[in-house]
């Protein structure tokens, strides 16, 4: 076997063990669900910032700023901004108001069985959204990385991330699946430092040559013809000669829904429940931010290294714009460790999405909403969340290998425009609107859910009339005219989203909420009484 398969198999095997070790430490729902909140500032800064580097900043990205230059660039911006919205709304009242989910915070002045059943679709949908993302990019780099063994099919790829990704969860919970994010957070900066610093090796280290060689990048389209474009200037994806007038729109909408929806990702959200108070979640905030930003700084080099230094015509699919570059600069033994760090980066993300849609639903829906917050047997709520975990892989796996041939940043965004539409709204308006009532609550969450994935289904993403070249690869799913012109919704979703949970709670008053209020505007922002958060 190649070196490739050796790397790939001695992660799997150290993830492996360490599931094992985290499997003997998980005695109840706490340790489960929140990793007993032993998690200190930097190992959970380290842990969020895996969670977020994920397969589309890694993969995607890098492809898209390959294929598009300046417009593809406008991912990375997005992503690192949102930063801010997670740092300075959401971290510290989520940590000191909530005990595992999301939903914990909605449901601790409003009536808990509603608002926990639609908070708990919300986060499985857009948990499996992203999860489909990341497992579409690990099937191709397997394929890619264990291409002597040619009986190894995407399909099956997809099939063993899959089955890996549910051992993590059923056997180690949280714990385990935040140290194999901590290892792989540390790998992937590793691997994108070097590979950055190889890039601008092969221009004599002067970035004057580097962005003169990106402003000349001369390249074969599609057509097969030579041309030469200057990859530093907008409107390549987003330009309105290229979108039939949409594009600054769309652009708009796809940063509306970057910047607000991290603040709604489920896989996100949980991991300020596994420190001890509101003081860590803001330094794990702090440290998050400081390598996040590194990365996507990074990310210039690698997706501009790679168009300058491969040409987009010999890229073999965009989401291998990262792991070709590697090859060519770095040799066979680099290739392998990129692309085992992006499999790992898979592996740990596919784990977190899983445990936050598994804890919401056992959680909210199984205890809360079916059993009134009464668990009918010790140890039960695990015990769904296990096997939640084993039937959102099963879909996720299914979705995946049809749609194995779309970009995973762009698909990244879908579930980031389905979070900013339906989780933050209500997140938002709970903590800072004292008129907030259940009818807004599940009028938000339905309204921003429903309307986001409808009109991503209208879109150009779904819809489009494919010519014979391109029909085999089914680039889109519904053969006809998009009805909705843009490929992002959040620019109509999120309003959307946020005008229903406001009617919504003006026509129908909740007093109970309202008196209530002032207690979870204390307890959110001075952290009275978190430390003996129960279940409402």
Do not use: C
Request: hydrophobic share 55%; glycine share 8%.
């Amino acid at each position: 076997m190649t070196i490739a398969v050796w790397m790939f198999l001695a992660f799997v095997v150290a993830t492996l063990g360490i599931t094992v070790w985290a499997a003997k430490k998980n005695t109840g729902a706490s340790a489960y669900f929140a990793a007993g909140r032993s998690i200190t500032g930097w190992q959970n800064g380290l842990a969020v910032a895996g969670d977020y580097m994920s397969a589309a900043s890694f993969l995607g990205i890098s492809g898209m700023i390959a294929f598009f230059g300046y417009d593809g660039f406008m991912y990375s911006v997005g992503w690192l901004v949102a930063y801010l919205t997670v740092l300075i709304v959401v971290a510290e009242p989520l940590r000191n108001a909530g005990k595992y989910t999301m939903a914990d915070l909605l449901a601790y002045r409003l009536t808990p069985r509603p608002v926990r059943a639609m908070a708990s679709l919300s986060t499985i949908t857009v948990s499996t959204l992203y999860m489909v993302a990341q497992m579409i990019g690990a099937g191709t780099l397997v394929k890619l990385l264990l291409k002597d063994l040619p009986w190894i099919s995407t399909e099956w790829a997809i099939i063993g991330v899959g089955v890996l990704m549910v051992v993590y969860v059923v056997f180690g919970g949280m714990l385990a699946t935040t140290w194999v994010q901590i290892i792989k957070a540390i790998l992937l900066m590793t691997g994108t430092i070097f590979l950055s610093i190889l890039v601008m090796k092969h221009f004599g280290y002067s970035f004057a040559k580097f962005f003169e060689a990106i402003a000349n990048l001369t390249y074969t389209d599609k057509s097969g013809v030579e041309v030469t474009k200057n990859f530093l200037e907008p409107g390549m994806k987003f330009g309105a000669d290229v979108t039939k007038g949409w594009g600054p729109l769309d652009l708009i909408s796809l940063g509306l829904a970057l910047v607000f929806g991290t603040a709604g990702l489920p896989h996100i959200l949980v991991r300020f429940y596994t420190v001890p108070d509101a003081k860590t979640a803001r330094v794990s905030v702090v440290w998050a931010m400081v390598i996040i930003g590194t990365f996507y700084i990074l990310t210039t080099f690698l997706g501009f290294g790679a168009a300058t230094i491969l040409k987009p015509h010999n890229i073999v699919t965009d989401n291998m714009a990262a792991p070709q570059l590697a090859e060519f600069l770095g040799g066979p033994i680099f290739f392998a460790f990129i692309s085992a760090v992006a499999f790992a980066t898979i592996l740990a993300v596919v784990a977190g999405l899983t445990i936050s849609a598994s804890a919401s639903f056992a959680h909210d829906f199984y205890s809360n909403v079916l059993h009134h917050g009464k668990e009918n047997r010790p140890g039960m709520e695990v015990r769904v969340a296990r096997i939640t975990a084993f039937v959102v892989g099963a879909i996720s796996i299914f979705l995946a290998i049809k749609l194995q041939n779309v970009n995973v940043a762009f698909l990244v965004g879908l579930a980031f425009a389905v979070a900013a539409s339906a989780n933050l709204p209500v997140i938002v308006l709970s903590i800072f609107w004292k008129k907030f009532s259940t009818t807004g609550a599940v009028l938000g969450l339905a309204v921003g859910l429903v309307s986001s994935i409808v009109l991503i289904i209208l879109s150009p993403s779904i819809m489009g009339i494919d010519g014979p070249e391109i029909v085999a690869a089914k680039r889109h799913l519904i053969q006809a005219n998009a009805i909705f012109p843009l490929t992002n919704p959040g620019i109509l979703s999120i309003p959307l989203g946020f005008l229903a949970a406001i009617i919504g709670s003006l026509m129908k008053r909740e007093p109970e909420a309202e008196a209530m209020f002032a207690e979870l505007k204390v307890r959110a922002h001075t952290g009275l009484g978190a430390e003996k958060a129960t279940s409402h």
